[in-house]
């Protein structure tokens, strides 16, 4: 059964918009290398492995979700988030927390790009008189996504 705190975090996944669900995906990615890199500093290696795989597995979210014909920076965000995804796998193989810090400096501009970014929608479409666009059917392709 469900924790009070399991069940809150899966409603707002599932009522969550494209851009929301993509700026929580950024959110958990840096939480997820700060903790890796945390935790390679107490040289508590397992527990960064386990960290590192979940940022993987964001990153492999973000790409299989990714639709890069949809606008011209695709193609080079793509090239980025697979880079990434190598880089956070040869810094989990090798307990590297530098290489664990480079890749929270590659992270970090995106994300907060991409909560600029979906704030400059949701202002946009407030703006156009649809204050609740998670009510509505949802648009694909939003911020690249779809």
């Given at each position: 059964?469900?924790?009070?705190?399991?069940?809150?975090?899966?409603?707002?996944?599932?009522?969550?918009?494209?851009?929301?669900?993509?700026?929580?995906?950024?959110?958990?990615?840096?939480?997820?290398?700060?903790?890796?890199?945390?935790?390679?500093?107490?040289?508590?290696?397992?527990?960064?492995?386990?960290?590192?795989?979940?940022?993987?597995?964001?990153?492999?979210?973000?790409?299989?979700?990714?639709?890069?014909?949809?606008?011209?920076?695709?193609?080079?965000?793509?090239?980025?988030?697979?880079?990434?995804?190598?880089?956070?796998?040869?810094?989990?193989?090798?307990?590297?927390?530098?290489?664990?810090?480079?890749?929270?400096?590659?992270?970090?501009?995106?994300?907060?790009?991409?909560?600029?970014?979906?704030?400059?929608?949701a202002e946009s479409q407030?703006?156009?008189?649809?204050?609740?666009?998670?009510?509505?059917?949802?648009?694909?392709?939003?911020?690249?996504?779809?």
């Amino acid at each position: 059964m469900y924790d009070v705190r399991s069940r809150y975090l899966a409603t707002t996944v599932a009522t969550a918009g494209p851009a929301r669900l993509l700026t929580m995906l950024f959110d958990r990615l840096v939480l997820d290398v700060d903790r890796a890199e945390s935790s390679l500093l107490a040289g508590q290696r397992p527990e960064a492995t386990q960290q590192l795989k979940h940022a993987q597995d964001v990153v492999a979210e973000l790409i299989s979700s990714l639709d890069a014909d949809s606008w011209d920076g695709g193609p080079g965000l793509l090239s980025i988030y697979g880079f990434l995804y190598s880089s956070l796998l040869d810094a989990s193989m090798t307990g590297s927390p530098e290489q664990t810090a480079a890749c929270r400096d590659i992270i970090t501009p995106l994300r907060d790009a991409w909560h600029e970014a979906a704030t400059t929608v949701a202002e946009s479409q407030f703006a156009a008189g649809r204050a609740f666009p998670a009510l509505q059917s949802a648009t694909a392709g939003v911020l690249g996504v779809g």
